[in-house]
């Protein structure tokens, strides 16, 4: 019955499998692990051992982890930061609350950074450099490494999306001078909100340090807010998502009361910072990151394979479609004229929820771009292709019959 009411969706808790759920309930009954523990310092070894970088130091998100990076780089006040347009808000405000200037680059159609539009846009102000391997997919390393050494900039990868991609066989985040990633909701793993800053660099790791030392924890309440998240969800709201919409209605109210949390907090819309960044990661949270992080290597084999269907089933429509090369596939990301349409006909119609990332240049569409220094028709691209794209899920719970339903609904837009 709740097969019914449930949908396919791309986000409301992805990557949340039955372990997953079980350790969030036996979480929520021991507050005594929630702020402190060992799985903190676990999670940042095992981090640092995949990736074979000398230092992981984790946080509360991806947003306190390069607020974090930021900081302990000590350039100046007002400097610019060179980054990506077609993004999310959660990109551009620590580096906002930092002090410093996002200055917007244009993106190519493959949604990453367009090198001859940073060749264009660079300002004698630029000390940072921020790259994003969008969707998974990386970024021309080669050309961004010897333009920031060409220009004196500092590179910090943005892999909130590549967890596991490669670029020429070295994983993403491991080929600038610091990254950060994100394991909050909708990401390649997740454990509703937290983040990690890694780097090779030893006195940027002493800053680092320094500065997560200096941190607070996050309150128990917050703490509790994040392991209702993936409880409450799967055992409640989506199984009743479409019956009268009542899975919808007490998902809003939740959060309206404050007992689930949002993705984005209503002041990031206006570039201010919500109390609870930046913070440090509490126990709790890592012990659900170090759950998920376990399951890294199927997590995204899966993604290959439901992408491969994507590609293979969607290669002669009317849709285009994204590169497969390296790609980890957060979300497969496709474009059509009609692609707002069509994510609002799936949903009313077919009970299926396909992503809109991203339907402005920083999202989410009701961010004050002003506010986030961002001016209307800088990237011409990027807002091109706001318009355009609509993402399907690729994460764990998606079968391949999903996958055909999805399919077969998209086959019927010329
Ligand atoms: C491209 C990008 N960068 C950075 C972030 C920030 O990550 P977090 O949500 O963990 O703060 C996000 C996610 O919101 C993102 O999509």
Not at 23 to 30: G, N, Q
Not at 55 to 79: P, T
Not at 223 to 243: A, C, M, S
């Amino acid at each position: 019955m709740s097969q019914y009411f449930k949908p396919i969706s791309i986000s409301l808790s992805p990557n949340v499998e039955k372990d997953d759920l079980k350790l969030a309930l036996k979480l929520i009954f021991s507050p005594w692990r929630w702020i402190k523990g060992r799985a903190v310092s676990q999670l940042e070894e095992e981090f640092r051992k995949y990736l074979g970088v000398k230092y992981a130091f984790s946080f509360n998100s991806g947003r306190s982890a390069l607020y974090a990076i930021l900081k302990s780089l000590n350039i100046g006040d007002k400097s610019d930061v060179l980054l990506q347009a077609f993004t999310c808000n959660a990109a551009v405000n620590p580096v906002l609350w930092a002090g410093l200037n996002p200055v917007y680059i244009d993106c190519e159609n493959n949604y990453n950074l367009d090198i001859d539009d940073l060749k264009r846009k660079i300002t004698k102000n630029a000390k940072i450099l921020m790259v994003q391997h969008t969707f998974g997919c990386p970024a021309q390393m080669d050309e961004i490494l010897k333009f920031s050494r060409d220009n004196n900039l500092i590179l910090i990868e943005d892999c909130a999306h590549s967890l596991g991609a490669q670029y020429n066989g070295k994983k993403t985040g491991t080929l600038s001078k610091a990254a950060f990633f994100s394991f909050s909701r909708d990401k390649i793993i997740s454990s509703v909100y937290g983040g990690m800053a890694v780097t090779n660099d030893d006195e940027l790791a002493k800053n680092l340090h320094s500065i997560q030392k200096e941190f607070k924890h996050p309150s128990y309440l917050w703490t509790l807010q994040q392991l209702l998240h993936p409880v409450l969800l799967n055992y409640i709201i989506l199984p009743i998502y479409n019956f009268i919409d009542l899975g919808k209605i007490f998902l809003v109210l939740s959060q309206y009361l404050g007992i689930l949390s949002k993705a984005v907090h209503k002041k990031e819309k206006k570039g201010e910072r919500p109390f609870y960044f930046p913070k440090k990661m509490p126990n709790a949270l890592a012990l659900l990151a170090l759950n998920q992080f376990k399951k890294l290597e199927r997590f995204n084999e899966h993604r290959r394979i439901i992408s491969d269907f994507y590609l293979k089933r969607l290669q002669d429509s009317s849709f285009i479609l994204p590169e497969k090369e390296n790609n980890v596939f957060l979300r497969f990301s496709i474009r059509h004229n009609l692609a707002h349409q069509i994510i609002s006909y799936a949903w009313k119609k077919e009970n299926i929820l396909i992503g809109d990332w991203y339907t402005t240049p920083i999202a989410p569409d009701d961010t004050n771009l002003r506010k986030m220094g961002y001016i209307s028709g800088t990237c011409p691209n990027a807002e091109k292709l706001s318009k355009t794209t609509l993402n399907l899920p690729t994460h764990i719970n998606i079968s391949l019959k999903d996958a055909e339903r999805i399919v077969d609904f998209l086959l019927t837009w010329k």
